[in-house]
């Protein structure tokens, strides 16, 4: 038993080091037009600020105490309205402040978490769809922008999807008991992170 | 920067986790008809004028080829051969338009990506592979927009290019 789990984490690191050696690593100097933002940059970028990286965690933990099929659903539906969102913010329609709607967006979503709040599939679509859109919207009003927007997209994009999956994996602590407190006490701590940044926003 | 390795290695990266969902007999068949339509298009000449047609090509191609991950039944083996020849054409077609050879090269281990994307397939866990395809999606309808606005400095072509 041992030897098969050892011989499949093997293999799934010899797959994940395989799919690494794929990825195409241009030299960064003297790319496009020497405008910053390429890959990296859109890939650091949601980390760059707690408000996002803490939403998309948040997606992929809310969906993990909502269960089968949103734990798959949300992580789908907000990269989709986040494109929308970015759409938007390209053409630079006109938008609610979009700080005070990613504020709020951290702050309700931490509540729902906190709260363990199980809403009904469409309602919980409906309210990660509204969030994504503002998301998206800021990323989208500095795409056009970068250096490689493609790239930039590509990162963007990917560490979203990787901040849901590591909100799922966050979930699996929900097995015990004890794990249910500590990620209710995170959905706290995002509330509470969400309720400074909309006074934040408010207040600027 | 417009063109390079990302382009056709998105396409080619959705191909494979396109045919992750058809049977595995038309693998080789279908890596035959992407390697022969790679190799007819890169002789062709594309016009300078079709730039922008040759990437909205390539662009929906992406997009129709990630989408088919969700054929209901599995992607027939027809369409995934069909595929395969609609991403050789246009993988080729948007790197003889703005990108070298060498970006090719570089994207065609992309399609390796039907080995882990099967491998998890297999376990019951399709909705890994249909996230995944729904991000390639969306950076490739972002990728098509952008074309649409009339400004984008990163396409303006600098000292070196």
Not at chain 1, 127 to 138: D, E, I, K, N, Q
Not at chain 1, 140 to 146: M, T
Not at chain 2, 28 to 34: F, G, K, N, T, V
Not at chain 2, 60 to 74: D, N, P, R
Request: hydrophobic share 60%; aromatic share 8%.
């Amino acid at each position: 038993m041992k030897s098969a789990r050892h011989k499949f984490t093997s293999s799934a690191m010899l797959m994940a080091a395989g799919v690494a050696t794929l990825l195409p690593t241009p030299a960064q100097a003297h790319m496009g037009t020497g405008l910053p933002g390429g890959f990296i940059s859109g890939f650091l970028h949601p980390f760059s600020g707690a408000d996002h990286l803490l939403a998309m965690v948040s997606v992929g933990l809310w969906g993990a105490f909502l269960g089968r099929p949103l734990l798959y659903v949300l992580p789908v539906v907000f990269p989709a309205m986040m494109v929308v969102g970015a759409i938007l913010g390209m053409f630079v329609v006109p938008m609610p402040p979009v700080q005070i709607g990613i504020a709020v967006s951290v702050l309700v979503l931490g509540l729902c978490i906190a709260l363990s709040l199980k809403a009904p599939v469409w309602a919980a679509c409906g309210v990660v769809a509204l969030f994504a859109v503002f998301h998206g919207y800021a990323h989208g009003r500095e795409l056009p922008s970068a250096a490689d927007p493609i790239g930039y997209s590509a990162g963007f994009v990917l560490a979203t999807g990787l901040l849901h999956v590591s909100g799922i994996c966050l979930g699996f602590l929900n097995h015990w008991r004890q794990g249910v407190m500590a990620t209710r006490s995170i959905g706290a701590v995002i509330a509470a992170a969400g309720a400074w940044f909309l006074f934040q926003a408010v207040g600027a | 920067m417009r063109g390079g390795a990302l382009p056709p290695a998105l396409l080619l990266g959705a191909l494979g986790l396109a045919l992750a969902f058809a049977p595995r007999r038309i693998w080789l068949p279908s890596l035959i008809a992407l390697l022969a339509a790679l190799a007819a298009c890169s002789v062709m000449p594309v016009p300078r004028l079709g730039l922008e047609g040759v990437f909205l090509a390539c662009w929906s191609s992406v997009i129709l080829t990630a989408a088919s991950v969700h054929w209901v039944g599995g992607l027939p083996g027809w369409a995934a051969l069909a595929l395969a020849v609609n991403a050789g054409v246009w993988a080729s077609a948007v790197v003889s338009a703005s990108g070298s050879p060498r970006d090719l090269l570089s994207a065609l281990p992309w399609v390796l990506l039907v080995l882990p994307a099967s491998w998890v397939a297999r376990r019951h866990t399709t909705i890994a592979v249909k996230m995944a395809s729904s991000w390639v999606i969306a950076v490739a309808v972002l990728a098509a927009t952008l074309q649409l606005l009339p400004v984008t400095p990163g396409y303006m072509p600098d000292h070196l290019e």
